[in-house]
C-alpha cells in the first residue's frame, strides 16, 4: 500500500538552529501539507503546496518557516531559527485532490532545547 | 475563523460498553472527515460524509452527518482494546486547501 515517508523520525536541535524536516509524498497525489501537533493537542494546519507552489497557510507558518518540493519526490518543510515553542511533531500529509482522504506520514518528533 | 470543537475531551469506557464522540463547527461543512490516531501514532482516515443526513457504518463505527452539515457523530459499539486512540472530525472543504482538525477526543478502553 503506497504510504507517506517522513525522515528523520526524531529530530533534536538547539534553539535558533536551522532544521529541515523532509517528506515523500505518495507518487500520484497533487496535494501536499504539513501539519504539527504539540503533545497531546490538535492537528494544526501550518500550510499546503500545489503545483509548486503554497496553496494557503496558516498565521503559525511565519517567516521562520518555508517549504520546497526540491525535486520530483520530496517536500521539505525547514525553520530557519527555532524556538522552544516549535517542539512538537510534525506530519506531513498528501492528497490526490483538495477535499479527498489525506494520507498522513508517521512524522517527525523536532525537540528544540 | 473556523472553530472544530469535539466533545467530550476524554472518555474512559469498559470493554464491550458503546462509546460516542460529537463534533461541531462554526460553520456549515462541505464534508466531514474522520481520522483515528492510534497513541504514538498518526492520523488514519476513517471515513468521509458529504450528504446532509448522511449515515455510514464500518463493522462496529457508525458515522452520522447532521441535517444542517454543522455536525457530525462517531458511534463506536461495544469497544474493543483496539479502539484505544484519539478520534478528530476533519473539515475537508473540498477548493480550500487544507484540512481543519477538530480538537480531538481520547478513548480509552478499560479491559
Known amino acids: 500500500e503506497p504510504e507517506v515517508t517522513q525522515t528523520p523520525s526524531h529530530q533534536v536541535t538547539q534553539m535558533g538552529q536551522e532544521v529541515i524536516l523532509r517528506c515523500v509524498p505518495i507518487?500520484?497525489?497533487?496535494?501536499f501539507y504539513w501539519y504539527r501537533q504539540i503533545l497531546g493537542q490538535k492537528v494544526e494546519f501550518l500550510v499546503s503546496?500545489?503545483?509548486?507552489?503554497?496553496?494557503?497557510k496558516s498565521e503559525i507558518f511565519d517567516d521562520q518557516f518555508s517549504v520546497e518540493r526540491p525535486d520530483g519526490s520530496n517536500f521539505t518543510l525547514k525553520i530557519r531559527s527555532t524556538k522552544l515553542e516549535d517542539s512538537a511533531m510534525y506530519f506531513c500529509a498528501s492528497s490526490v485532490g483538495t477535499g479527498n482522504e489525506a494520507f498522513f506520514g508517521q512524522g517527525t518528533r523536532l525537540t528544540v532545547v | 475563523g473556523q472553530q472544530v470543537m469535539q466533545i467530550p475531551q476524554y472518555q474512559h469506557v469498559q470493554e464491550g460498553e458503546d462509546f460516542t464522540t460529537y463534533c461541531n463547527s462554526s460553520t456549515t461543512l462541505s464534508n466531514i472527515q474522520w481520522y483515528k490516531q492510534r497513541p504514538g501514532g498518526h492520523p488514519v482516515f476513517l471515513i468521509q460524509l458529504v450528504k446532509s443526513g448522511e449515515v455510514k457504518k464500518q463493522k462496529r463505527l457508525t458515522f452520522q452527518f447532521g441535517e444542517a452539515k454543522k455536525n457530525s457523530s462517531l458511534h463506536i459499539t461495544a469497544t474493543q482494546t483496539t479502539d484505544v486512540g484519539t478520534y478528530f472530525c476533519?473539515?475537508?472543504?473540498?477548493?480550500?486547501?487544507?484540512?481543519?482538525f477538530g480538537t480531538g477526543t481520547r478513548l480509552k478502553v478499560l479491559a
Open positions: 503546496f500545489y503545483n509548486n507552489e503554497i496553496s494557503e
Open positions: 476533519a473539515d475537508g472543504h473540498s477548493g480550500t486547501y487544507k484540512y481543519i
Open positions: 507518487s500520484n497525489h497533487l496535494y
